[in-house]
C-alpha cells in the first residue's frame, strides 16, 4: 500500500473526529498526541535492510551470493546510500564486514568461503545502515547460514541428549557417534571431553568409542543456566596423536527443559472480565515445544483447559477471579510434567479486545472492570493506532460505560504489524495489542520457462513479470535458480522479503518459521498469525516516550557516502587551522583538497574506492608542513550483540546437510586437496609472547590463541579484536577480562605489541594483514604483569618476522619511517562485486564438462520494464531433478514481492 496514500487519507480521518470530540477537556488534547507522534514519523523514518541469498546454506569452497534491499516507511526523503554487511561466526566474532554502495535502493556482493578462512559453523549476517544503528542492534537484519565443511574434515558426528537430571540437579547424557564421510564408524577411539560455559571448565572426562562409534558423556553441573548456556568440546584421536580431530556442540538442548509464559490480551488479567490469555511454550533451545495443560483455581477446581495449536502456542477464555492465585498444570509429549502460575489479577484495570478475522474491519472492545469504572468514571481516554511509524487512527472517548466498540477500517492501514495502543487522558499507557493486517497489495511476481521439462545442460528461457494493485511495474529484483535434490530446504523456515519487511522486522524476539504466514495462506494460518501477534512485543514505538518528548538519540545521519574525517595538529598539540590537505587514491586516479576549520578539523566527502585502495593524505604543501601532525578519526561500527536468531543454528550439520555436502565433496575435492606428501625441514619459528623477557613470566600456553589469517578482510585491527578476543569485554576503550568484569572487576587488560606495552589505541597503527598471531591470557598466575601495570589479563599482538636481507643505508633508512604529515592507509572502501559465471553449453565438448553445481544460475540486478517484463536465459547443469526458481524484488514504491517456481531436468 503507498504510504503517501495513507497520510493523506490519515490527515483527513484525524480532522473528522476532532468534530465529533466530547466537550469535556481532558489534561492532554487529541491534537497534541497527534502531534507528537507525527513528529516522531517525521524526524525519525524508518529504514529496514533485508538479503536474499542464492542458497539458504553452504559449504567450504561455495561463493556466497546475495543482495540486499533497502527500505523504509518514507517516499520524500534520502535513504542511506550505504549498507554495512557482516559476517560472525558462532562466537559472535566478526570476520567480514562489507560496505556496499546503494543504487535505486539496492546493492549486492558475494563472499568466497575460502578453505583458509572458514571452517564449519553457523554463521551470522547481520546487515544495516548508520541511520539504524542509532535505534541499536535489536533492528538489524539478522539471518543464520550454516557452512558444512568437507574438505579438511576428519571427523563428522552426530549428537543426542538424554535428560537425566535428578534431586534438583540438572544432568544430561550426551551420546555423540565419530564417523568418517563415507559414514564408517571411529572403532575403539581414545576420546577426551570438556565442558566450557563462561571460559570455565565445568566438567570433563575420558573413554573409547565403541563398535558403532559413539560415547557417552554423563554431565551435571550446579546450575542449570551453565549447562545449557557451556559447549562440548570433544578431541578424538585418530591417525596422528599429536593432531586430534575437535569437535564442538552447543548444550542448549541438554535438557528437556520447559519455559511457558501466560499473555493476557491487552497486557493483564482484570478481575471479573473474561480475557483471552495467549500462551508460548519454548525449550532451552529456544525453539517451540507443544503442550497441553489445565489452570485450577485455589480450590484446586479446573477452570480451563487448552492445547497448544501452533509452534507451542496457544489461547483460553478465563473470567478470573480477585484474589486467586491460579496454578497451571503443563504436559508435554515425552510425559514430562511442569507447574506454573498465571500472572497476578488486577484489582482495577482497563483492556483492550481486538478482533481482526473480518476482511474489511477491525473489531476493537475497551472493557474496565468494576474498579477501574467507579474511579474512572467520566474521564477521557484515548485510542491510537500507528502502523510502520504512521499514525493509521486517533479516537478520544468519555468512560460512561464499563465497555466501549469500535469498528475501525482496515483500508485506513498498511500492511504490516499495527500497534493499538489505549491510553489515560494523561497519556498513560494502559493496554496494547498488535495486530497483523493483510491487504492485496504486495507484488504479483509470474515466472514463466520456455519449457517445463529440460535436458541436462540445456539452454533455459525464463520470462518475469511483475505487477502491482494498479498494474505493470517496473522494479529491481534477484533471481536464484537451484538444484533442489542438491539443495532441499524447508520454505516456512526461511525469512523472505515479505516475512522481513512486513513481519519480523517490527517484533521483538525470535521468530519460530516466519515465512510460514506468508506461504499458501489460509484462515488457519491467520489464525495463528494473530496468535504471534498476541505472544510477541512490538519493538520499535513507545507512547510513553513520545508524550515525554523523549525521541531517539541521533549519533548518525544517512550516509550518502564515504567521508573521510580527521584533523591536523601542530606538533605542540594545538589545532592547525586553514591547513591544506591534498587526498591522492592511484587506484583510482582521484585527487581532492580540503582544508581545516578553526578547530583543525578535515573532511573529505563522498569519497569513492575500494577495499583494497590505498590512500594518502598529504599537508606538504604548507609552509609550516614540518610541524604539522594528521591523525584520523576511527571507524565506528555498532556493538555486537548477542545472536537473537539462535535457535536457528544447526545442532547437527553432518546429519542435516548430509546430501548438499556430499555433492561439495565431489565438486572440490579436486580443486582444493593436495595429495599427502612427507616434507623434511625445519619449522618455522613462529614469534610469540615468549620471546620477551617482560612476558617470560606468563604461560607458556595462552588461554586463546587467534591465528593472524583471521584478520584476512581485517581493515581495522581493533574493531575486529572487539569481536574476536575471546574471553575479553571491550568496552570504553578498554579490554577487560569478561569472567571479571561481569562481577564487577573493571580493572583492564594490559596490552603488548611485540613485547612492548601499550596503550590500546597504538593498535590503530597495527596493519591487520602484518599480524601472525593475538595470545589472550586472561590469567597471570605469578602476578609479574598484573602487578608491575596494575592490570587484570593481559594481550598479545605479535606481528609477523620481517625477512633477513641486506643491510640498508641510514638514508633509505629514514625513508621507511612514516611522516606526521603525510598518512598512507587502506580504509574501508566500497566492496568490490563480482558476476556470477554461468556456463554456456553450446558445443559438444562443452557439455562432456562435468557441472556439478548447485546454484545453477544466480542474477541480483534484474529490472523489469514499464510493462513489468524482463528476459533472462542461462544452461542447466548435470543435476536432474526438480530445479527451483526464487524471485524476491521491490517496485520503486517500496512495495515487495516474492515467487517460487520449478521446472524439470530429466
Known amino acids: ?114 578453505p583458509e578462512t572458514f571452517k564449519q559453523d553457523n554463521y551470522r549476517f547481520r546487515a544495516y545502515t548508520m541511520w539504524m544503528a542509532n535505534q ?24 543426542d541428549f538424554k535428560d537425566v537430571s535428578a534431586n534438583n540437579v540438572p544432568a544430561t547424557e550426551a551420546r555423540i557417534v565419530f564417523k568418517d564421510f563415507s559414514g564408517k564408524p571411529y572403532v575403539g577411539k581414545k576420546v577426551s571431553w570438556e565442558v566450557i560455559s563462561n571460559f570455565e571448565s565445568i566438567a570433563k572426562g575420558k573413554g573409547e568409542t565403541a563398535a558403532d562409534g559413539s560415547l557417552v558423556a554423563k554431565i551435571s553441573t550446579d546450575l542449570k543456566a551453565k549447562l545449557t548456556e557451556g559447549k562440548l568440546v570433544t578431541s578424538v584421536v585418530l591417525a596422528n596423536p599429536d593432531k586430534p580431530a575437535i ?12 519455559d511457558l509464559q501466560f499473555f493476557p490480551e491487552g497486557g493483564e488479567l482484570l478481575g471479573g472480565v473474561e480475557t483471552n490469555i495467549a500462551f508460548k511454550a519454548v525449550g532451552s533451545n529456544g525453539l517451540s515445544r507443544e503442550v497441553k495443560g489445565e489452570v485450577l483455581d485455589k480450590d484446586n477446581k479446573v477452570v480451563a483447559n487448552f492445547t497448544s495449536e501452533h509452534l507451542g502456542m496457544g489461547k483460553f477464555k478465563l473470567t478470573p477471579e480477585l484474589g486467586t492465585i491460579y496454578r497451571v498444570n503443563v504436559t508435554v509429549p515425552s510425559g514430562s510434567n511442569y507447574s506454573f502460575r498465571l500472572p497476578r489479577v488486577r484489582q482495577s484495570g482497563i483492556g483492550l479486545h481486538v478482533d481482526s478475522s473480518d476482511s474489511l474491519a477491525i473489531k476493537v472492545a475497551i472493557v474496565a472492570n468494576d474498579t477501574y469504572f467507579e474511579r474512572n468514571k467520566g474521564k477521557g481516554f484515548y485510542l491510537l493506532a500507528q502502523s510502520g511509524g504512521i499514525l493509521c487512527y486517533a479516537a478520544q472517548a468519555i468512560l460512561n460505560n464499563r465497555s466501549f466498540n469500535a469498528s475501525i477500517p482496515k483500508d485506513k492501514f498498511p500492511t504490516g504489524v499495527a500497534q493499538f495502543a489505549l491510553l489515560s487522558s494523561k497519556g498513560l499507557p494502559l493496554s496494547e495489542r498488535l495486530v497483523f493486517i493483510r491487504h492485496d497489495d504486495t507484488l504479483k511476481l509470474q515466472v514463466q520457462t520456455d519449457k517445463k521439462a529440460y535436458a541436462i545442460k540445456d539452454k533455459v528461457l525464463l520470462n518475469l513479470v511483475s505487477k502491482s494493485d ?119 586516479r582521484y585527487n581532492a583538497e580540503a582544508r581545516t576549520d578553526e578547530n583543525g578539523l578535515f573532511k573529505f566527502s563522498n569519497v569513492v574506492f575500494t577495499d583494497s585502495s590505498s590512500v594518502t593524505i598529504n599537508a606538504r604543501g604548507n609552509d609550516n608542513y614540518r610541524d604539522l601532525v594528521i591523525t584520523l578519526d576511527g571507524e565506528h561500527y555498532p556493538g555486537i550483540n548477542k545472536n537473537p536468531d539462535r535457535p536457528d543454528e544447526l545442532q547437527n550439520m553432518d546429519t542435516v546437510l548430509k546430501s548438499y555436502l556430499a555433492n561439495s565433496q565431489k565438486e572440490y575435492r579436486s580443486e582444493f586437496v593436495l595429495d599427502e606428501v612427507e616434507v623434511v625441514a625445519k619449522p618455522v619459528e613462529k614469534p610469540s609472547h615468549k620471546d620477551y623477557p617482560a612476558l617470560s613470566g606468563l604461560s607458556p600456553i595462552a588461554d586463546h590463541v587467534i591465528d593472524g589469517k583471521q584478520f584476512s578482510g581485517c581493515n581495522d585491527l581493533l574493531t575486529c579484536l572487539q569481536t574476536q578476543a575471546m574471553g575479553l569485554t571491550y568496552e570504553d576503550y578498554n579490554f577487560y577480562v569478561t569472567r571479571d568484569y561481569n562481577g564487577g572487576n573493571r580493572t583492564p587488560v594490559q596490552v603488548f605489541l611485540n613485547g612492548m606495552a601499550v596503550d590500546v589505541n597504538a593498535l590503530n597503527t597495527v596493519m591487520p594483514a602484518e599480524v601472525e598471531s593475538v595470545e589472550i591470557f586472561t590469567k597471570d598466575d605469578l602476578g609479574t604483569v598484573n602487578r608491575t601495570y596494575q592490570s587484570n589479563g593481559v594481550l598479545v599482538v605479535n606481528t609477523k ?59 541480483p540486478n534484474v529490472v523489469t520494464d514499464k510493462l513489468g517484463n524482463a528476459k533472462l536465459e542461462f544452461y542447466n547443469a548435470d543435476g536432474k531433478g526438480n530445479y527451483r526458481v526464487i524471485v524476491e524484488g521491490m517496485a520503486p514504491s517500496g512495495q515487495v514481492g516474492r515467487t517460487i517456481y520449478h521446472y524439470q531436468v530429466k
Request: aromatic fraction near 12%; charge should be positive.
Open 1 to 114: 500500500m503507498n504510504f503517501k496514500k495513507i497520510i493523506a487519507a490519515f490527515s483527513v480521518f484525524i480532522s473528522v473526529i476532532n468534530f465529533a470530540l466530547f466537550a469535556q477537556q481532558d489534561s492532554l488534547p487529541l491534537t497534541s498526541v497527534v502531534e507528537k507522534t507525527q513528529k516522531l514519523l517525521t524526524s525519525y523514518p524508518i529504514e529496514k535492510v533485508h538479503i536474499h541469498f542464492d542458497k539458504p546454506y553452504y559449504a567450504v569452497g561455495d561463493t556466497l551470493w546475495f543482495k540486499t534491499y533497502l527500505n523504509s516507511n518514507m517516499t520524500n526523503y534520502q535513504l542511506s546510500k550505504i549498507v554495512y554487511v557482516e559476517m560472525l561466526n558462532g562466537r559472535d566474532s566478526v570476520i567480514r564486514i562489507l560496505q556496499l554502495p546503494v543504487k535505486e535502493k539496492t546493492a549486492n556482493g558475494q563472499i568466497v568461503l575460502d
Open 247 to 258: 569437535g564442538t556442540f552447543p548444550l542448549s538442548d541438554a535438557l528437556n527443559d520447559l
Open 470 to 588: 494498479s498494474g505493470a511495474t517496473s522494479g529491481s529484483f534477484s533471481v536464484a535458480v537451484t538444484d533442489e535434490t542438491k539443495v532441499p530446504y524447508a520454505e516456512d523456515d526461511e525469512n523472505t522479503i515479505l516475512s522481513n519487511f512486513l513481519l519480523t522486522s517490527d517484533l521483538k524476539g525470535y521468530i519460530e518459521k516466519p515465512n510460514y504466514y506468508f506461504n499458501h495462506i489460509n484462515s488457519i494460518k491467520e489464525a495463528h498469525l494473530d496468535l504471534l501477534m498476541m505472544t510477541q512485543g512490538f519493538r520499535r514505538f513507545s507512547y510513553r516516550d513520545i508524550l515525554a518528548d523523549k525521541y531517539p538519540q541521533v549519533l548518525f545521519f544517512p550516509q550518502q557516502g564515504i567521508d573521510i574525517t580527521g584533523m591536523v595538529r601542530l606538533k605542540n598539540g594545538m589545532p592547525a587551522a586553514n591547513v591544506g590537505l591534498l587526498i591522492s587514491i592511484p587506484d583510482k
Open 136 to 159: 541499536g542492534p535489536d533492528y538489524f537484519f539478522n539471518k543464520v547460514v550454516p557452512i558444512g565443511d568437507v574438505l579438511r574434515k576428519q571427523l563428522y558426528t552426530h549428537i
Open 801 to 859: 618476522k620481517k625477512p633477513k636481507g641486506q643491510s640498508i643505508s641510514i638514508k633509505d633508512l629514514d625513508k621507511l619511517i612514516p611522516k606526521s604529515n603525510i598518512i598512507t592507509f587502506s580504509p574501508l572502501g566500497y566492496f568490490k562485486t563480482k558476476e556470477f559465471y554461468s556456463p554456456k553449453y553450446t558445443t559438444i565438448e562443452s557439455k562432456n564438462i562435468s557441472d556439478l553445481r548447485s546454484t545453477i544460475f544466480w542474477a
